[in-house]
């Protein structure tokens, strides 16, 4: 039976252009769009520009234009550089519209009815310089709750804690590098934690979200009262003025989701469907795609909101990780900052959507793309073991077609017909690493039977025309069967098959069934192998892109003066030489389990692995700092050759490396995805 899916990924700021590290999003949505569609499923991909804000209005103030001329800007580039990646929405609008204004009175109405909002003062960062109240994007400093270092005004993304600009420590402006001023403002709050069990509930029930996602909502938020959310901004502000509180605008992060709604709704009167089918229906699912740094507004907010509207709630929020490039941040200096139209302006879409497809699981682990991985990848896998298929076979058989009868292939058809189920559970789980897997094994038992029997050679002599066109009526097939299971990922691939073979790629089950007796198409250029020069062509005018915006903004640089507060308070230990720093034997491990330590105030007890079946056991003082379950499975430093310690609770084998002074304020030290256990730090 079809099932109706409703499928959203996070709004892009129109503040900027879209690079490739917005793009693992976009693709991972896609894909599983792609999929749903092709599996026949009434699947539908909204989405929309995130346009209001302070940002927006600086931006345009120093334009010297009106917002809406920059947003439609914007959006005009996004679409471009989402439409060219094969990115394809039902619906893209904006949250400037008429219709998210309706929706966000109409919910705001709700959640005033439900008697969760309330007002009071608040004290707000203001940048004498500027002259504006400062959005939580314009202010950097230091964590309140765990120290991490130049943070954004909203959330940390070193512990997830969310806070309130005017919390943070030694504040800047990343406008003007000022340090702001604290005014007092009103602004209306919701009362979140009048929502609490429902929430509780809803994040643990273990349908909706995935389990290290529901651990750290209930290690982080959910075992404290939650806070109040602020859902206000004084003028001047960009956006939506609440119509009950004059002055005030809705903050950024409450019309944004009902930007989600608001596309629908557009689609919904171009189409002739009804909205109420696909937000107040239980046999709709919602899903939502998004970055793990905006797990708290769409795992808690969001849900209340819907939920005290009467809105459907999400069936499943999917939530990835970020993306390295060689192991390391994204980086402009060096080059590893691409934004989409640079990328596409020396390399293939298709190449990035399999990269990232070959990568992605269904955990939050962040994605690294190794420069050199993914030109052996996209070489090795694309060219050398699908497309081959076809460039070494269509053109012996554009004049006769297929035979008319499927030849004996050894059962290669009947195998890779009957994978097609595993393959689309592993695409329906968003584990798309797995289904490149098994569908790259089914290459490796394709390209054999074209290399045994030679076309080639058959093709010099007339006596073995029919062998010739059976066998490439085989490999043909087996090469169909490719490109319709890699359709979600390679759209242009599966095009140019249909085209190649006159059957269009519309269903996943014509994978079951080979074509025979169908002309053949006059073979045409499909791919072509990643040229290493290209790649460094990107890299390098992205290198000198990043120079010519450093040159033009200097006050940013301002906001990244870290304090020396940490050193002052410990100071530099003495001198070592190599050879006694030589003798500490640190290695990279993994913690297989933690728990805590009743009778002890600060330990908690870890098993890490340094693989290969070495196990130490670790008695650590980061019990304040860390629950249990977070640290399940993470990558840490250990002291490895550390002599063990007989303590009270058991034998201590070793230390996990950490920063901080203490108490809650410790931050367990993890080496880059890569790192394997047992790996020595140098």
């Not at 893209?92 to 969760?116: D, K, M, P, Y």
């Not at 905006?294 to 907010?301: A, E, P, S």
């Not at 034997?585 to 890490?608: G, H, T």
Request: aromatic content about 10%; charged content about 25%.
């Amino acid at each position: 039976m079809s099932r109706r899916i409703l499928v959203t990924s996070a709004l892009p700021y129109a503040n900027g252009h879209i690079h490739i590290g917005h793009l693992v999003e976009y693709l991972q949505t896609d894909i599983w769009v792609r999929f749903q569609k092709l599996r026949g499923n009434d699947c539908r991909y909204l989405c929309a520009d995130d346009t209001h804000g302070t940002a927006i209005m600086i931006r345009a103030q120093q334009e010297g234009r009106s917002e809406t001329e920059l947003i439609a800007e914007m959006q005009a580039a996004h679409e471009k550089d989402f439409a060219d990646f094969d990115i394809k929405f039902d619906n893209f609008g904006s949250t400037h519209s008429e219709e998210n204004r309706v929706l966000c009175g109409e919910i705001w109405q709700a959640i005033r009815q439900s008697g969760l909002v309330k007002e009071k003062d608040v004290e707000q960062l203001f940048d004498p310089e500027a002259g504006t109240f400062l959005a939580d994007r314009f202010v950097r400093g230091t964590c309140p709750k765990c120290g991490a270092k130049d943070q954004p005004g909203d959330n940390c993304s070193s512990c997830g804690h969310a806070y309130s600009p005017a919390e943070l420590i030694e504040p800047k402006s990343t406008l003007s590098g000022a340090t702001p001023e604290v005014r007092s403002a009103k602004h209306l709050f919701i009362e979140l934690e009048q929502l609490h069990s429902f929430l509780n509930t809803w994040t643990q029930c273990g349908e909706h979200l995935q389990p290290e996602i529901a651990n750290y909502l209930k290690g982080h938020f959910l075992g404290d009262p939650l806070r109040d959310w602020d859902i206000s901004r004084p003028a001047p502000y960009f956006g939506f003025e609440i119509p009950d509180s004059p002055g005030n605008y809705w903050y950024v992060w409450f019309d944004a989701p009902i930007g989600y709604m608001a596309s629908t709704k557009q689609w919904c009167n171009q189409s002739g469907e009804s909205f109420n089918d696909w937000w107040k229906s239980a046999d709709t699912e919602i899903h939502h795609f998004i970055g793990k740094d905006i797990t708290y507004f769409h795992t808690l907010f969001w849900p209340g909101m819907l939920k005290t509207a009467g809105f459907s709630l999400p069936t499943k929020v999917h939530i990835h990780g970020f993306l390295t490039v060689d192991g390391e941040k994204m980086s402009k200096s060096k080059g590893t900052f691409v934004n989409a139209r640079t990328y596409l302006k020396h390399l293939d879409a298709s190449y990035l959507r399999y990269f990232y497809a070959s990568k992605l699981t269904a955990k939050v682990d962040d994605l690294d793309l190794s420069i050199d991985e993914f030109v052996a990848k996209v070489n090795t896998d694309l060219i050398g073991k699908v497309v081959n298929l076809a460039s070494r076979t269509a053109k012996f058989v554009s004049e006769v077609g297929l035979s008319k009868k499927y030849p004996d292939d050894g059962g290669l058809f009947k195998y890779a017909a009957a994978q097609g189920d595993e393959i689309a559970e592993a695409y329906e789980a968003c584990d798309f690493n797995r289904a490149m897997r098994l569908i790259m094994a089914l290459a490796d038992r394709a390209n054999p039977f074209v290399e045994d029997h030679k076309p080639w050679t058959l093709h010099k002599d007339a006596r073995k025309a029919k062998q010739l066109q059976e066998v490439c009526t085989v490999a043909l097939n087996l090469f169909r069967q490719l490109a319709i299971y890699l359709a979600p990922v390679l759209p242009r691939l599966a095009e140019q098959t249909g085209e190649l073979l006159g059957d269009p790629i519309t269903d996943w089950q014509q994978a079951k069934t080979p074509l025979v007796g169908t002309p053949v198409a006059r073979f045409k250029h499909m791919m072509k192998r990643v040229d290493e020069k290209d790649v460094h062509n990107m890299i390098e005018e992205s290198k000198e892109a990043s120079q010519t915006e450093s040159t033009s903004s200097p006050a940013t640089e301002h906001a990244y003066q870290d304090s020396g507060d940490a050193l002052a308070a410990e100071p530099l230990a003495a001198e070592c030489s190599f050879d006694d720093f030589m003798k500490v034997d640190l290695r990279v491990a993994r913690v297989i389990s933690a728990e805590q330590v009743p009778e002890a105030r600060k330990l908690l007890k870890l098993r890490l692995s340094l693989g290969g079946g070495a196990v130490k056991q670790v008695f650590a003082g980061i019990k304040a700092a860390y629950e249990p379950e977070e640290l399940e499975g993470r990558l840490v430093v250990c002291v490895a050759n550390l002599a063990p310690r007989q303590m009270k609770f058991g034998v201590s084998e070793g230390m996990v490396v950490a920063s901080g002074p203490g108490g809650t304020e410790v931050f367990v030290l993890s080496p880059d995805e890569g790192a394997v256990p047992g790996q020595r730090v140098h």
